[in-house]
């Protein structure tokens, strides 16, 4: 199985931060990642997919990149509603492993 | 609009039987592969099982020890999860996920 790591665990930033997530793949996964919005008691939401496509309707403030083993998500200014956890995921073998989560609160 | 309802959690005594159902809606449901993928409360997300368009290929997560099955029904546009043998360690949200796309999920607590 393709382990995936997401570092921090936690990550503590202001209104206006840049913050950057990463996760890295135990093998190489090319570019099949996605990249999860969670907020308490709701279903994940995509973000990214393929390491770098925008979903829609996702703010242009968010950007993924990376491919083989090693990815970033970034968020170029942090705003109010982007406190949550973020969760990749590959897609590239089965099972389809997520990271272990990012939890994005205020400093 | 896109939309994926699941149903059929509730409690359960270690052992027992659930049948999840997630019904959807706005899309051409045999294009799809439909997924079903869990969260523990309080943790992060496992991936269960998925099945393609026409039920002919089947992927699971191996830990479930096949205690576990997927199906579709096509003409009601709609996925299942069968889980039998059920564990503590099964209590979760259970999400139905079609490309991305995540229903609300549907919680299974395994508790005596």
């Known amino acids: 199985d393709i382990q995936m790591t997401q570092s921090p665990s936690t990550l503590s930033a202001s209104v206006g931060d840049r913050v950057t997530i990463t996760c890295r793949a135990s093998?190489?996964?090319?570019?099949?990642l996605a990249w999860y919005q969670q907020k308490p008691g709701k279903a994940p939401k995509v973000f990214i997919y393929q390491a770098s496509t925008l979903a829609s309707g996702v703010p242009s403030r968010f950007s993924g990149s990376g491919s083989g083993t090693e990815f970033t998500l970034t968020i170029s200014s942090l705003q109010p509603d982007d406190f949550a956890t973020y969760f990749c995921?590959?897609?590239?073998?089965?099972?389809?492993?997520f990271g272990q989560g990012t939890k994005v609160d205020v400093k | 609009e896109v939309q994926l309802v699941e149903s059929g959690g509730g409690l359960v005594q270690p052992g027992g039987s659930l049948r999840l159902s997630c019904a959807t809606s706005g899309f051409i449901f045999t294009n799809y592969w439909m997924t079903w993928v869990r969260q523990a409360p309080g943790k992060g997300l496992e991936w269960v099982a998925n099945i393609n368009h026409d039920g002919s290929q089947i992927n699971y997560l191996d830990s479930l020890e096949g205690r576990f099955t997927i199906s579709r029904d096509n003409a009601k546009t709609s996925v299942y999860l069968q889980m039998n043998s059920l564990r503590a360690e099964d209590t979760a949200v259970y999400f139905c996920?079609?490309?991305?796309?995540w229903g609300s999920g549907t919680l299974v607590t395994v508790s005596s």
């Open positions: 996920v079609r490309q991305f796309l």
């Open positions: 995921q590959h897609y590239a073998s089965y099972p389809r492993t």
């Open positions: 093998q190489s996964i090319s570019s099949w």
